[in-house]
Structure formats: C-alpha cells, structure tokens
C-alpha cells in the first residue's frame, strides 16, 4: 500500500540552527502537507503543496513538493525553542475521499535553548 | 471562533466497556473526519461523515467500531467492548464545504482512550 518514509526520525539541535527534514514514497502523490503536532494536541497545518517543483514558504518554514511527485522537504531556518513538536508529512490517499490522509510517522524536533 | 472541540480528553474503560468520543467540527464546517493515532505512530484515517451520512469508513474496523454525525449535536465516535489494543489518542478534524481534496484538516485535540 502507500506509505509515507520520514526522516531523520527525531532530531537534537540547538537554537538558531536549521532543520531539515524530508519525506519519500515509492508512490506518486498530487497533495503534499506538513502538519506539525505539539505534545498533547491535535495536528496543525503548516504548509499544502498542491503542485510539482512548488516551493512555498510560511514564516521561517520552507517547503517544496519534489519534480518526481515522490517526495518533498521541509526547512525551518533560525529554530526556537516553541519549534519542538513531530513534524508529519501527509497527503490524500489515492482514491480514498477527500480528508482520507496518509500520515508519515513523523519527524521529532528537540531544540536546546 | 472555537475551534474543534473534543470530549473527553482522557477516558479510562476496563476491558469489554464501551467508549463513546464526541466531537463539535468547527463553526461553518460541515465535514467530520476521525483519525486514530497508536504511540509514536502517525495519524490513521478512520470515517469521514457529513450530517446523517457516512461517506468514507473505509478506515474503520468492521466489528464493534461506529460513528454517527446526526443532524443535531456532536459526531460520535462509538467503541463496543473495547479491547487493550484499542488503547489510543482519537483525534476529530472539520473541514469547510469547499476545501474538498485540499487535504487542509483543523484537528481538536483528541480523546485519549486507555483500556486496562
């Protein structure tokens, strides 16, 4: 079935350092997302990529959805401290109704101050 | 604007109970979609309902799993005779009319179900 990799699966840094973090499927999707999730809440969007190659940035975050339609990576440049959470890509599962999302297994982000 | 609000946040059932979760979608919204999420595991789909209608269960086990939307009041999540394994968070999420195959979901916080 579809499955979306992430990785790296957690990430140590300290503050003002940027992340990176990707997400890869041997399946071709037309919908990236990133959601992050702060501990004990509900999923947040940060940012939809609905186009191959688009690049879209919110704030200090920065994402593309990759040319293959395969993958795509998330930025967060000059971290602080609020930016711990997981980190989920998703997209819309083919051929499921809308709102049937595949979820990665997340990316965990720890920030020293 | 409130945003999805989910009851209870924690509930603790003995094995063979029943679990109801609830959840109120954001005003305006009328798409209701619950998500299982097991620890250190990503969210799974389960249901998506719009008022009196289910519309997607594929996610949803067969046996002792329903969900409702009615037309008046909260979308119910129902757990017949839960089991250890069905121990999880439960989140509910709402969508506007119009965001159809955006993916763009507003989450609640979620229901933590533990079974003992």
């Given at each position: 079935g579809q499955q979306l990799n992430q990785s790296p699966q957690s990430m140590f840094i300290q503050e003002g350092e940027d992340v990176s973090m990707n997400c890869t499927s041997s399946s071709i999707f037309n919908t990236w997302l990133w959601y992050k999730q702060d501990p004990g809440e509900g999923p947040v969007l940060l940012i939809a990529l609905y186009k191959a190659g688009e690049l879209t940035s919110n704030g200090r975050l920065t994402a593309q959805f990759g040319i293959t339609r395969k993958d795509s990576f998330l930025n967060i440049s000059a971290s602080i401290p609020s930016d711990v959470g997981i980190y989920f890509c998703a997209s819309l599962n083919y051929g499921g109704s809308q709102g049937n999302l595949i979820f990665g297994k997340g990316t965990k982000l720890s920030v020293k101050p | 604007n409130a945003g999805v609000m989910q009851n209870p946040r924690h509930l603790v059932r003995r094995r063979g109970q029943e679990a109801r979760l609830r959840c109120s979608p954001m005003k305006g919204h009328s798409h209701v979609y619950w998500y299982r999420q097991l620890p250190e595991e990503g969210l799974k789909f389960m249901v998506y309902l719009q008022k009196e209608n289910i519309?997607?269960?594929?996610?949803?086990?067969?046996?002792?799993f329903s969900a409702e939307f009615p037309k008046e009041g909260p979308s119910i999540l129902r757990i017949q005779q839960v089991v250890r394994g069905d121990s999880a968070a439960y989140f509910c999420a709402s969508s506007r009319l119009t965001a159809t195959n955006t993916g763009e979901l507003f989450f609640g916080e979620g229901s933590r179900l533990t079974v003992l």
């Amino acid at each position: 079935g579809q499955q979306l990799n992430q990785s790296p699966q957690s990430m140590f840094i300290q503050e003002g350092e940027d992340v990176s973090m990707n997400c890869t499927s041997s399946s071709i999707f037309n919908t990236w997302l990133w959601y992050k999730q702060d501990p004990g809440e509900g999923p947040v969007l940060l940012i939809a990529l609905y186009k191959a190659g688009e690049l879209t940035s919110n704030g200090r975050l920065t994402a593309q959805f990759g040319i293959t339609r395969k993958d795509s990576f998330l930025n967060i440049s000059a971290s602080i401290p609020s930016d711990v959470g997981i980190y989920f890509c998703a997209s819309l599962n083919y051929g499921g109704s809308q709102g049937n999302l595949i979820f990665g297994k997340g990316t965990k982000l720890s920030v020293k101050p | 604007n409130a945003g999805v609000m989910q009851n209870p946040r924690h509930l603790v059932r003995r094995r063979g109970q029943e679990a109801r979760l609830r959840c109120s979608p954001m005003k305006g919204h009328s798409h209701v979609y619950w998500y299982r999420q097991l620890p250190e595991e990503g969210l799974k789909f389960m249901v998506y309902l719009q008022k009196e209608n289910i519309i997607d269960e594929s996610g949803m086990p067969k046996e002792r799993f329903s969900a409702e939307f009615p037309k008046e009041g909260p979308s119910i999540l129902r757990i017949q005779q839960v089991v250890r394994g069905d121990s999880a968070a439960y989140f509910c999420a709402s969508s506007r009319l119009t965001a159809t195959n955006t993916g763009e979901l507003f989450f609640g916080e979620g229901s933590r179900l533990t079974v003992l």
